[in-house]
């Protein structure tokens, strides 16, 4: 599901990976990406992506530079990165911007997870 690195990335990398999520096989159900990240040392970030179009394709998300602010980022080097997908029940009412972290597990039909790729960071 995740595409593979065509080689080592300069800062925070582009992640693509192939769209797996049906949204339109239920009316008004949200569909969510989950790109998560670690370092060697076991620091994780994960990253949320709405997915608002039908199955297929790819998808792609970018990490975030941090390298001149004050948070502390990824460590440089192998990264393990994998993808979730998900789909949840609709809420009446809402719209993808109305994602609610809470209702993650109540309201979860759909659940597909990729295997890692290693992502090497510069």
């Known amino acids: 599901m995740v595409t593979a690195p065509v080689g080592p990335a300069n800062g925070a990398p582009l992640v693509e990976f192939a769209d797996v999520l049906n949204r339109a096989a239920l009316a008004d159900a949200q569909a969510v990406a ?3 990240a670690a370092d060697n040392a076991g620091r ?3 990253l949320y992506a709405m997915d608002t179009d039908g199955l297929g394709g790819t998808n792609s998300v970018q990490f975030p530079e941090l390298g001149s602010s004050s948070v502390a980022g990824l460590a440089a080097g192998d990264w393990s990165v994998l993808v979730e997908a998900r789909v ?3 809420v009446p009412g809402t719209t993808p911007a109305d994602f609610v972290l809470a ?3 109540r309201q979860e039909i ?3 997870r990729s295997t890692a790729r290693v992502f090497t960071v510069q």
């Open 88 to 90: 949840f029940w609709p």
């Open 44 to 46: 994780r970030w994960r």
């Open 103 to 105: 209702e993650v597990r």
């Open 110 to 112: 759909t659940y597909a």
């Open 34 to 36: 989950v790109v998560t």
